[in-house]
């Protein structure tokens, strides 16, 4: 082994981005991928959620930029585990699990992620969550802006009709009131918005992996993902 050949004493540490859009299942899979690979987890979509919540209870207007920033900036955010079930989410120290999934509150998210400022504002709190011994960062940016270096980048899509599906058990099972057809308008109301903007806009990382998860189990994305990153690492090791 020559001196250029010998391994980098300290490697960076490994991330996998899963970004798509609202209902594609990237939440759900992300979980389960970080779960089976004992990685951490990011929910960046859950930081836009919260400064929209915390903005919105301190009667932010949403025109005004400067407020909005100093609100993710000084976002006090904690993710507590629980078995078995998503994280408990809490904000200033109350737990806003609920209220940060209602569809105002994400209708907000989106509305207030379009402002450059604020992206700006989440950067380095999102990069923060890279620590050992790996990453997934599920989200909209994350394989494009965030972790643009990331080592396994996957985009997770679905047909509008299926996510609006996934989207109304979702909120059945967590008792939360929606309709099909209001679901599935706010869905394409809000992919047009994550689409179009001009910061960061919804779009694959020239090196993603694009998964259509129309008509599969969470369980079968799981598992093309978890391939897809062994056979990653393999090559790595093996150039
Ligand atoms: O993923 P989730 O639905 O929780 O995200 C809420 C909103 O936050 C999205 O509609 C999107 O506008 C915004 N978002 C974003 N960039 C991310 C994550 C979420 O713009 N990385």
């Keep these: 082994m020559t001196a250029t050949d010998a391994p980098d004493p300290h490697p960076p540490v490994p991330v996998l981005t899963i970004d798509g859009p609202s209902g594609s299942g990237k939440g759900t899979v992300s979980r389960a991928v970080a779960e089976r690979l004992g990685w951490h987890f990011l929910d960046s979509g859950a930081l836009y959620r919260a400064t929209a919540l915390a903005a919105r209870r301190r009667g932010v207007d949403p025109g005004d930029i400067a407020a909005l920033v100093s609100v993710a900036r000084a976002l006090d955010i904690r993710f507590v585990d629980r078995p078995g079930d998503d994280p408990a989410i809490f904000v200033d120290g109350e737990e806003v699990s609920r209220a940060l999934r209602t569809e105002s509150t994400g209708a907000l998210a989106s509305t207030i992620a379009a402002i450059p400022e604020v992206r700006a504002a989440l950067v380095a709190r999102q990069r923060a969550f890279r620590q050992r011994p790996g990453l997934v960062a599920d989200g909209r940016d994350m394989g494009t802006v965030i972790f643009p270096d990331a080592t396994f980048k996957v985009f997770l899509t679905a047909s509008p009709g299926a996510r609006a599906e996934r989207r109304h058990k979702q909120l059945k099972q967590k008792g939360l009131d929606a309709t099909l057809a209001d679901l599935l308008q706010d869905i394409e ?18 090196d993603a992996v694009v998964i259509d998860s129309t008509g599969l189990e969470v369980e079968a ?12 690492a393999a090559d790595r090791t093996a150039g």
């Design 189 to 206: 109301a809000r992919d047009a918005r994550d689409a179009a903007r001009a910061v960061a806009p919804l779009r694959p990382a020239a």
């Design 221 to 232: 994305v799981v598992d093309r993902v978890l391939r897809l990153v062994a056979a990653r």
